[in-house]
């Protein structure tokens, strides 16, 4: 008999938005039902992964000292992502396993198109596979902010206030990529309780 294959869930949103704790909340509950669950994140824990994160904390810089270039960083982005889809993700929604991701490809069309041409973003990453559901935590810069100053000792590059608005704006175009009625847009300002209640619904559909 051949193997039914995993799901892949991706969650999205602006930082500070809780993507890593509905994450982690949506493979607990699915492994509660029974599911296989692969609880992953992008950038990735690959090889390419923890180069961008490198550069993102501001630990390594371009050779002469300048900051990182950002159309060098978002050909790393989606290098990590392919790398990722070929190493971790693919074999096993191929084994029958459903992987949750911690962001996906449209925070590369939200982020990256801040600094980049929109259309070079989507070409980059034209062969990421869509996945069965995107969860977008939608959140004003300002909510988040707030979030962040009250539980971070050390910022990421992209942190900032006036970045962060522009992203959440993005962010509104860039989920319109996800495939119809593949995408399900939650207020993310709301308790993370209520949050998770929305995502759990439609993951039993899912499911
Ligand atoms: P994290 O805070 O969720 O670990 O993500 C790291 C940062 O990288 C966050 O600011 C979002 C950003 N990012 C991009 O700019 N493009 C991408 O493709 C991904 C996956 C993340």
Same mark, same amino acid.
């Given at each position: 008999?051949?193997?039914?294959?995993?799901?892949?869930?991706?969650?999205?949103?602006?930082? !500070?938005?809780?993507? &890593?704790?509905?994450?982690?909340?949506? %493979?607990?509950?699915?492994?509660?039902?029974?599911?296989?669950? @692969?609880? &992953?994140?992008?950038?990735?824990?690959?090889?390419?992964?923890?180069?961008?994160? %490198?550069?993102?904390?501001?630990?390594?810089?371009? *050779?002469?000292?300048?900051? $990182? /270039?950002?159309?060098?960083? *978002?050909?790393?982005? %989606?290098?990590? =992502?392919? /790398? @990722?889809?070929?190493?971790?993700?693919?074999?096993?929604?191929?084994?029958?396993?459903?992987?949750?991701?911690?962001?996906?490809?449209?925070?590369?069309?939200?982020?990256?198109?801040? /600094?980049?041409?929109?259309?070079?973003?989507?070409?980059?990453?034209?062969?990421?596979?869509?996945?069965?559901?995107?969860? $977008?935590?939608?959140?004003?810069?300002? *909510?988040?902010?707030?979030?962040?100053?009250?539980?971070?000792?050390? =910022?990421?590059?992209?942190?900032?206030?006036? $970045?962060?608005?522009?992203?959440?704006?993005?962010?509104?175009?860039?989920?319109?990529?996800?495939?119809?009625?593949?995408?399900?847009?939650?207020? !993310?300002?709301?308790?993370?309780?209520?949050? $998770?209640?929305?995502? =759990?619904?439609?993951?039993?559909?899912?499911?």
């Amino acid at each position: 008999m051949r193997t039914r294959r995993g799901r892949f869930i991706v969650l999205e949103g602006i930082d !500070g938005s809780g993507t &890593t704790t509905q994450a982690a909340l949506a %493979a607990e509950h699915l492994r509660a039902r029974g599911v296989q669950v @692969h609880l &992953t994140r992008e950038p990735s824990d690959g090889p390419v992964g923890m180069l961008v994160r %490198a550069v993102l904390s501001g630990r390594l810089r371009s *050779a002469g000292g300048p900051p $990182f /270039d950002r159309r060098s960083l *978002a050909l790393l982005f %989606a290098a990590d =992502r392919l /790398d @990722h889809i070929t190493s971790e993700v693919g074999p096993r929604l191929a084994a029958g396993v459903t992987v949750v991701s911690d962001r996906y490809v449209y925070s590369s069309l939200a982020y990256q198109s801040q /600094d980049c041409p929109p259309s070079w973003v989507k070409e980059l990453n034209r062969l990421a596979p869509a996945p069965d559901l995107c969860v $977008f935590l939608r959140l004003p810069a300002r *909510a988040a902010e707030k979030r962040l100053r009250s539980s971070r000792q050390s =910022r990421d590059i992209f942190e900032e206030i006036v $970045f962060q608005r522009r992203v959440a704006a993005s962010y509104a175009r860039a989920v319109r990529a996800v495939p119809r009625g593949r995408l399900l847009v939650v207020d !993310g300002a709301l308790p993370k309780e209520r949050v $998770f209640g929305a995502i =759990r619904t439609r993951l039993d559909a899912l499911m």
